[in-house]
């Protein structure tokens, strides 16, 4: 909203800098955006909030300034006419839609163009000169907040209808546009057919032009949730419907008109015939309690009851003093007060949000505990930091192309969710996996020229399982290129370095069994359990998606980290350290080469028990000396018991005893 | 001189020559067995004693002695030269060019937005907040209708949503948290609820479809307007420093009342004007207020008996402001460059 600081000056009398208002202003809440110097002249731009409909005018901003200032508020006098005959009837057959309607009759006006300080002061605002009718209807309009039209009353037949539009109805609009409108929209008709859409635009018949004699000027309330609706739907905003939708002051409705038909008769000549008004219920406004003692309690304030007074006083509202409950009744225009609270805040408003004490409340206090998925999440990230990994947050959206990828994951049907109304259509659908948008992450990162990356993701996947939109939290984890490496030396884009960073992240305890997922590598894809339970899956990106793709060799892990509690990241209750000395004993299996190591491993822990306390597979070769179809497991063991010194005598026992198993997979103990 | 001494002399003169001109370890312990090994050439003139003269034995035997002795002195002393020759080549041989550059090691880093986050909820952890967290899909009602936006109301306009359903759809903000902690919780509470939220806006430097916010709310019994200023003063002097002056005016917001927005001065040029803080000096961090009686109500909560506050703000914007960030979409963007400096 534009306002000229000298036509602000027609309704206050006020001499403080325009710098200052600005400011009072903007704390008041009406944050003037812009104030630029427009010859001696200043012009606010003002943001008005979308509760206060009453500041789209001059007069809604002297108000305020009105108040903020104590400056009194000056009104122009209603004009009285002397009235000949002639005029144009009124029906109004949806008054839910529209409470009030005036229509005025003027003859024999001659349109022409606007006077100088006219057409200035409408250009300083922003709005076009057309001719001194029409500029005289938005003068008013940026004066008082009251949109006005005025029709080329010869072009109407007899009376005015006002009345919801039939279905398919159409209309050319002033700006030559055909507008298609249907039961949901308020029309201005004339007994044949609409000549304007309510509150928002006239019709192009009966615009008021250079030929025009005789107008009809109409001054009206409709009700805003209508106007806003048919607006939007016809994506039609104008000057009018925005101060409609918004919600104009119903007191004002023929008031404004009077002043027009003033400033009509000065500017275009022509004489005031009938006017004809629709008014069926009076609109008062409500008393609201005001309680002193609990407004200076939830503000923190301690103001005496004058100031409070003298506040409300200012904005022209009225107050029923008693002793602790007030009653007090804003102005018409201030249908944004409903509530006790508002009121409240119209007294902080007025003497500033700055008058109000900085305090702490202090009865919270203490230790104060975040949720376990907060905690589980930042342990996550801490772990994979110190293993290297560094940490992304993507977009929820993916490219839909990637919409199934990696659903095998889910054992029961589940769908992705998309979006009814994307912004681009192969935007349209919410990552199911992470893996999904990692993927998306990798391809951006190898166009970019990015060969060696390491990364992980915690953030939320969404899918719909029947009738249940679900949101859960996963960890992904991409790894491509060098991880480690210098000039003679190179780990990196290896299956088993994202899997060591998920057995160290998870301590050893998940267990990898072989899968089949489309868009991985078919034997290098494994799910991932936990006590039991699918957890998540690991795998090398299949290479012939990673050439369509065109990146290089990639692994991909995603894990439902929902399934960890956060007591399994947390240390408990510790152990005392063994210091019984420990015993290396390595030993070598040759195993048939379908055999898989964790079931050699199984065997392993099995025969040894709990003096296992570590062990580590260092070697494992196939060819020379080993049996076709064999393979050579090296494990070294590190064995101590917990409450005794081992003897070699035992361990051996033990070894022999491994011997034997070992013969059950087909496997035997490789003497050195 | 007997012939028996000036062939030792003479063997001396030879095995100190050879011990004198050896090169290397190995051919010193070749000499050491010549001369002084089992079947050495000393051990034989031992032997041969026999066949001296009996009156010459002991002064021949002694001299053979002290032979020996010299000699084993000579080789050992040579044998120490020699390591430490080999021993200064061999490390001469290992020498490196420490120019080179080390072993490149991957460093963990955390995304910006995590970073942000972990420093407010410290905060606010201080003064006595806990996290909670909401849902990204969430329905019409806990969206706009329980926080006092009908369908028809202009804040509507400001935050147009992606529908997953007619009555779904991503939430707009991350005030739904509000009515889900009241449901749920009774007063009091302290809560900041940071989340993604998604507005159907089209990407800009200023504005992402995707982006983030970190919602507040604290209510109880006599929470006062100047608590919540207290409040978010004391956030904004831990977040950006002691010397940021704070602003707090009117604002309007449909499920506070009153409302607010909380500024600080800019940072970049000290309030005296520039690009960033648009020549006003002040940079608008939040929007916050008193919590709107009829949302407590729609939360349970009874407006005469509890009164709360309650704050969001821009969890991108925050990031921007710290690390002078001037493009919101570089954080979902994840460029390794731009993540490689945090």
């Known amino acids: 909203m534009k306002i000229l600081y000298s036509w602000l000056k027609d309704f206050v009398d006020i001499d403080v800098p325009c710098e200052e208002i600005a400011r009072r202003l903007t704390m008041a809440g009406l944050e003037v955006e812009e104030l630029e110097t427009v010859g001696n002249d200043y012009l606010m731009d003002i943001s008005i909030p979308a509760n206060r409909g009453d500041c789209h005018s001059i007069l809604g901003i002297a108000r305020e300034v009105s108040a903020l200032f104590d400056v009194p508020l000056k009104l122009p006098i209603r004009p009285e006419f002397k009235e000949i005959e002639e005029g144009l009837g009124v029906e109004v057959l949806s008054p839910e839609l529209c409470p009030r309607y005036t229509l005025r009759f003027i003859k024999g006006v001659k349109v022409g163009p606007s006077p100088g300080w006219l057409k200035n002061r409408l250009e300083a605002v922003g709005i076009r ?105 016809l994506g039609l905003r104008t000057e009018a419907s925005i101060r409609f939708e918004k919600g104009v002051d119903i007191s004002i409705t023929k008031y404004a008109s009077d002043i027009a038909v003033e400033m009509i008769l000065k500017l275009c000549g022509g004489e005031v015939g009938r006017i004809s008004e629709f008014y069926p219920v009076r609109y008062e406004p409500v008393a609201i309690r005001f309680r002193p003692e609990r407004f200076n309690k939830r503000m923190g304030l301690k103001l005496s009851l004058e100031e409070m ?307 580590e597979l260092f070697d494992l070769y196939k060819g020379p000396n080993i049996p076709e179809g064999m393979v050579n497991l090296g494990f070294s063991l590190d064995l101590r018991a917990k409450d005794r010194t081992l003897t070699q005598e035992e361990v051996e026992e033990r070894v022999k005893y491994l011997k034997d198993r070992l013969t059950d997979i087909g496997g035997r103990l490789r003497e050195w | 001189m007997s012939p028996m001494e000036i062939e030792l002399n003479s063997i001396r003169l030879e095995a100190l020559r050879e011990v004198s001109n050896v090169e290397n370890l190995e051919a010193l312990r070749e000499l050491e067995i010549k001369y002084l090994g089992r079947k050495g050439l000393i051990n034989q003139l031992l032997k041969g004693l026999k066949d001296v003269p009996l009156e010459e034995r002991p002064e021949v035997g002694r001299l053979i002695n002290q032979l020996k002795l010299e000699l084993s002195r000579e080789i050992e002393t040579k044998r120490i030269l020699l390591e430490e020759r080999e021993k200064v080549k061999k490390l001469e041989e290992e020498r490196i060019d420490v120019t080179l550059p080390g072993v490149r090691l991957p460093r963990g880093r955390l995304h910006p937005l995590t970073l942000i986050i972990e420093r407010v909820e410290e905060i606010f952890k201080g003064l006595g907040f806990t996290v909670v967290e909401g849902f990204e899909i969430e329905s019409d009602y806990y969206n706009f209708e329980a926080l006092n936006i009908p369908w028809y109301h202009p804040a509507r306009d400001s935050q147009d949503s992606f529908y997953i359903t007619d009555k779904l759809l991503l939430r707009t903000q991350t005030s739904p948290v509000q009515i889900r902690v009241m449901e749920k919780t009774r007063p009091p509470f302290k809560i900041i609820a940071p989340g993604r939220v998604y507005r159907r806006d089209q990407p800009t430097a200023r504005h992402s479809p995707v982006f983030h916010q970190i919602e507040g709310m604290a209510v109880d019994r006599d929470i006062t307007f100047a608590d919540l200023k207290g409040t978010l003063d004391a956030f904004a002097h831990a977040l950006f420093g002691e010397d940021v002056s704070t602003r707090f005016r009117a604002d309007y917001f449909p499920f506070t009342e009153p409302s607010g927005e909380f500024a600080i001065s800019c940072i970049f040029c000290k309030g005296k004007g520039c690009s960033v803080c648009s020549y006003s000096g002040w940079i608008e961090i939040l929007g916050c207020g008193m919590v709107h009686p009829k949302v407590l109500e729609v939360g349970g909560i009874d407006p005469e008996e509890y009164s709360g506050f309650a704050f969001g703000m821009g969890w991108d914007r925050l990031a921007m402001l710290l690390y002078g960030v001037n493009d919101i979409r570089f954080f979902l963007e994840n460029h390794p460059e731009f993540l490689a400096q945090f």
């Not at chain 1, 119209?346 to 202090?362: A, C, F, N, Q």
């Not at chain 1, 342990?379 to 990994?389: Q, T, V």
């Not at chain 1, 166009?447 to 899918?463: A, H, M, P, T």
């Open chain 1, 309 to 615: 007074e003298s506040v409300f006083v200012r904005l022209g509202f009225k107050v029923d003093k008693n002793a602790d409950t007030w009653h007090v009744t804003p102005i018409s225009s201030r249908r944004d007060i409903s509530l006790e609270e508002d009121l409240y805040e119209e007294i902080v408003r007025i003497i500033g949000y700055d008058k109000i004490p900085s305090t702490l409340h202090e009865r919270i206090t203490g230790v104060v505990s975040l949720p376990p998925e907060w905690e589980r999440r930042k342990i996550i990230r801490r772990r994979l930091n110190s293993l290297g990994f560094s940490e992304v947050i993507t977009s929820s959206f993916i490219p839909v192309q990637f919409n199934s990828y990696f659903g095998e994951f889910y054992q029961d049907p589940v769908e992705s969710v998309k979006v009814i109304n994307p912004l681009r259509e192969e935007e349209s659908v919410l990552r199911m996996l992470l893996s999904q948008a990692l993927l998306t992450l990798s391809i951006n990162n190898t166009r970019w020229g990015y060969d060696d990356f390491s990364l992980f993701e915690i953030g939320k996947v969404f899918f719909k399982r029947g009738e249940d939109y679900i949101e859960k939290e996963h960890l992904g984890i991409v790894q491509t290129g060098r991880f480690i490496y210098s000039w003679d030396k190179e780990i990196g884009a290896d299956f088993f370095l994202v899997k060591g960073v998920l057995e160290s992240l998870f301590n050893n305890n998940l267990s990898f069994i072989p899968a089949y997922y489309s868009a991985l590598h078919p034997g290098r894809a494994a799910n991932i359990f936990y006590k039991g339970e699918m957890v998540g899956f690991i795998g090398e990106l299949h290479p012939d998606m990673a050439k369509a793709l065109k990146l290089p060799r990639i692994y991909l892990a995603e894990i439902d980290i929902e399934k960890f509690p956060l007591e399994f990241f947390k240390t408990g209750l510790v152990r005392e350290p063994n210091r019984l000395p420990r015993l290396k004993r390595d030993v070598a299996v040759v195993v048939p080469e379908k055999v898989h190591s964790t079931k050699v491993i199984g065997i392993i822990r099995e025969v040894f028990g709990d003096i296992l306390e570590r062990y």
């Open chain 1, 129 to 233: 000169s057309i001719n001194n009718v029409v500029d005289v209807t938005n003068y008013v309009m940026w004066m008082l907040g009251q949109p006005l039209h005025a029709f080329d009353a010869d072009k109407i037949s007899s009376r005015i209808i006002v009345r919801r539009a039939y279905n398919g109805e159409e209309i050319v609009t002033l700006d030559g546009e055909t507008r298609r409108l249907t039961t949901n929209d308020l029309v201005i008709a004339d007994e044949r057919h609409p000549i304007a859409i309510a509150g928002v635009m006239g019709g192009e018949e009966s615009e008021v032009s250079f030929f025009t004699k005789n107008i009809a000027l109409e001054s009206a309330c409709f009700d805003h949730i209508s106007v806003r609706g048919t607006s939007k739907s």
